[in-house]
């Protein structure tokens, strides 16, 4: 498998130099001429893509570099050759981790000399940022900070505040890892200037978190606070397990400066559950060496070594080489603690083997001074001394690169000329972006001017809808004015009242016509109103009931059952919601009906429902379609039609939750039709 794994490798580096060949000897035109500078910022394809390569590294690196290398093989430099560097730097550092160094040397030589001359800024910018991953993948901190610069530039000159802040916080970090704080200081500043003009909260969230890990270097342990908040804060915002973790571990390395270990070690537990969900084992190896670091204060080794343990066989499993070397060379130092000399020398050579091919000389002289300490510790100071010697060489070597690094960079700022030159190109592509980024303009206005009296027109078609249904209200209103007494109803109930007063049952009399008075006000008070009281709604039905008991005697027997716990006064119900059923009841069932027969009346709450049920007890005015009510010039109007109708106009515009249904119900062993209306309370 390593051998087909190897030739693939060999052959996708094959074609990759080629192409880059072809671009040395066969230059393409300028980019700058027909791409439109915003139009960088949003590339959802290549992110997928990209995002995809960096999931694929926090599990294995094996896995995301067969990806990149694929996808490098289906792409032509000038056809995107932002996403051609960006794949190629990837690919790199995977292949550096797994420690296929011929391979990422050859990718890092590749993407440092790719020519940007003749290309879009944009296009400048993600490859020199490209550049600067490779460079710091290989610790080459200076020529990394001076890409990062060049980028800063080019975003600066466009005005694009994401992109300097990207490259400001590259440039912090490389600072605050090289113990370079004054210079980080300053970043920061730059940074605290543009942040709250950033547009993304993630940058903003990453950003806070390294302000806020400067100060916890710098000891301004208030700011870094502070600083660490406003991340928590923004973490909240983003719910994304692992920038609650990235808030955890930064939490944890708060307190664990301020040497509280027991509550850095509980923050370190916590971060890596989150990461476990997001399936990041770069991270969780990271973290996990922090914990190890914070046993390692507490003196607790055996648990040092455990926290080591694990970090290595999640690296063994990300396939790093590199990050296998380093937790080889940490257990080295527990071991040493623990006076297990034997083992700790075991483990530094196994670091050794790993580290001796990588170009980062810095590691070697680690597992040095390492080696070192166990001589030391055993009293073999010969050796001791030969890994001293060869310690003061390397640094040596490193001391001098750093100078020669210096004087290039300085070499390279002397040139004003190239410099001047180099400004002359950005101003004129600055001009040149001006004029097309105000064509757009134009285009963008147009189209939100467009989207304005989309949703003018729209609100003003609502509000005629509106303004319609209400007329439609209206117009319900006065049909249910037109309906409400049945003149029959009048005259029969005056009839039925007179002929107390004949048989000289004036008290009897006196009685009814003044519940009658009393139903005829309601009917006049209750019409214009979209809601009464439970207790008004009961009291117009008692009475019109009461009437109708005058004139059929027991032939209309009625019930109302109604559940004390009610309040009568809070509740609202539409007004005279199961008139037009009593109606039909009293005019068309009665006489045509049995003996037994009856109408039960229930109203109870069930959850949060007032239920309002009327039963049909032999009578028959609930059969579905049957019931109607006359009114004059023959009229006849569909109880159950005008009730939906009033139903559907009461939720749609009152926004009342109110539903009619039929159902049925069990009496003395025998099932009877009701109706229920159901008021949402």
Known sequence: MKRIILRNYNRYLGKSILWFALCFLFPYPSFSQFIDIHSFELDEEKQELLDKADSLAQNDFNLSLSLCLDEINKLKFYDKPGMYSSLL??????????????????????????????????????????????????????????????????????????????????????????????????????????IDDCGKPKTQFYLWLSISRLNIKTHNFGKALIYLTKAKDLAKTINDNGVNAHVLVAQGLFYFHQKNLNKANELFNEAIINLRQTHDRISESHVTTLQAAVSMRQEHYKDALGYNRRALNLRKRLGSLYLVASSYTNMANTLIQMQQYDSALYYTELGAVNYINYPIKRNITRGLEVKQEIFLKRNEFDKAYQALEAIIEIEDSIYLMLNKQKLDQLETNIELEKYMQQKKEIRAETLLQKSLKDRNMIIIKFILASLILVVISSYLLFLYNKSKSRRRLIGISQKMIFIQMNSHFVF???????????????????????????????????????????????????????????????????????????????EKVPPMLIYPFLEYAAEECVQQSDEDNRIEINIYKENSFIIYEIIDIGLGFSDEGKCYIKRYGG???????????????????????????????ERDGQEYNAIQFKIKS
């Open 635 to 665: 009229q006849e109007i569909i109880c159950e039609q005008l009730t939906k109708e009033r139903i559907s106009l009461y939720n749609n515009i009152f926004h009342t939750k109110l539903i009619f249904v039929r159902s049925k119900v």
């Open 89 to 194: 730097s990837r690919a790199g550092r995977a292949a550096f981790h797994i420690g296929n160094l011929s391979l990422s040397d050859s990718i890092h030589d590749v993407l440092i000399n790719i020519p940007i001359k003749n290309l879009h800024p944009f296009v400048k910018a993600e490859i020199l940022k490209d550049k600067y991953f490779i460079s710091k993948v290989y610790n080459e901190n200076l020529a990394a900070l001076e890409y990062a610069k060049q980028a800063y530039l080019i975003y600066q000159q466009s005005g694009f505040i994401d992109g300097q802040l990207e490259l400001l916080h590259k440039a912090l970090v490389i600072s605050t890892d090289n113990g370079d704080l004054e210079k980080a200081t300053n970043y920061e500043t730059d940074i605290l200037s543009l």
């Open 492 to 570: 029969n109930a005056l009839t039925a009242i007179q002929s107390l007063i004949y048989q000289n049952q004036i008290e009897t009399a006196i009685h009814y016509l003044t519940v009658f008075s009393s139903l005829i006000t309601k009917v006049l008070t209750i019409t214009h109103k979209k809601y009464i009281t439970l207790q008004a709604e009961i009291s117009f039905v008692m009475e019109f009931m009461q009437i109708q008991q005058l004139r059929f005697g027991d032939d209309m027997k009625f019930i109302i059952d109604i559940n004390p716990d009610l309040d009568l006064v809070k």
